[in-house]
């Protein structure tokens, strides 16, 4: 297996632009979770679907940051509008439940 | 809630040395697991080492073992022979099924 895939791995936008980030979970696992990691914050928990469906959200920071999960093996978080502060490392990993999460290289984001 | 602390933000050891990180966390579930998770300067998350908090029997993998102890809900880390490429964030992890919860974070930096 190819493990977790991200893309892009470096996105540079500006300010007020729409930033899509996507990912590919390890075909079989039936949980998906979105990180943020900044030096401030640490890794934050944006959000993790099971099975498809949102489970818990309450990590997204405000109305500008959505995800999807359309099917098993495609998410999608998007930023729009983009600000600098959203600048950071995001994630995605996936795993079965109880057992451990498997990460993707992560996506570096840059808002200028 | 479930809560997952690492106490020191910084450690230092000297190659071929022995360090322990520690790690407590804060569960009502009776069921649930425990990791330990390393972000080397690639910042690609790697599994280091899991346990079942089921399993008395404290998990190894190599130059790594933990000390479980449930009762006191402290899950640390000890590297054995520290070499150059232990260098790295360390993270704990809980999962309770429900939900998965890191905790802040070491810097290890293994010294020449």
């Known amino acids: 297996d190819a493990g977790v895939i991200q893309s892009p791995r470096h996105e540079v936008t500006e300010m007020g632009q729409e930033v899509t980030l996507r990912c590919k979970p390890i075909?079989?696992?039936?949980?998906l979770f979105w990180y943020r990691q900044t030096m401030m914050r640490g890794l934050e928990l944006l959000i993790y679907?099971?099975?498809?469906?949102?489970?818990?959200d309450s990590g997204m920071p405000e109305d500008r940051f959505s995800a999807k999960m359309p099917n098993a093996s495609f998410s999608t978080l998007k930023i729009q509008p983009s600000e600098p502060r959203d600048s950071a490392v995001y994630f995605c990993?996936?795993?079965?439940?109880?057992?451990?999460?498997?990460f993707g290289p992560g996506t570096r984001l840059t808002v200028t | 809630a479930q809560t997952v602390t690492q106490s020191q933000p910084e450690m230092s050891v000297q190659e071929a040395e022995t360090v322990t990180l520690s790690c407590t966390y804060d569960?009502?579930?009776?069921?649930?697991?425990l990791f330990w998770y390393k972000q080397p300067p690639s910042r690609q998350m790697i599994l280091v080492i899991r346990?079942?908090?089921?399993?008395?029997q404290n998990a190894t993998e190599n130059r790594f073992s933990v000390n479980f102890q449930k009762a006191a809900k402290s899950f640390s880390l000890k590297i054995s022979d520290s070499q150059l490429g232990d260098t790295a964030m360390y993270f704990c992890?809980?999962?309770?099924?429900?939900?998965?919860?890191f905790g802040p974070g070491t810097r290890l930096s293994v010294l020449p």
């Open positions: 990993a996936s795993s079965l439940a109880f057992y451990e999460q498997y």
């Open positions: 075909s079989g696992h039936n949980s």
């Open positions: 679907f099971n099975n498809n469906v949102p489970i818990d």
């Open positions: 569960t009502s579930e009776n069921n649930y697991y």
């Open positions: 346990q079942e908090a089921y399993k008395q």
């Open positions: 992890a809980l999962d309770y099924g429900q939900n998965f919860v």
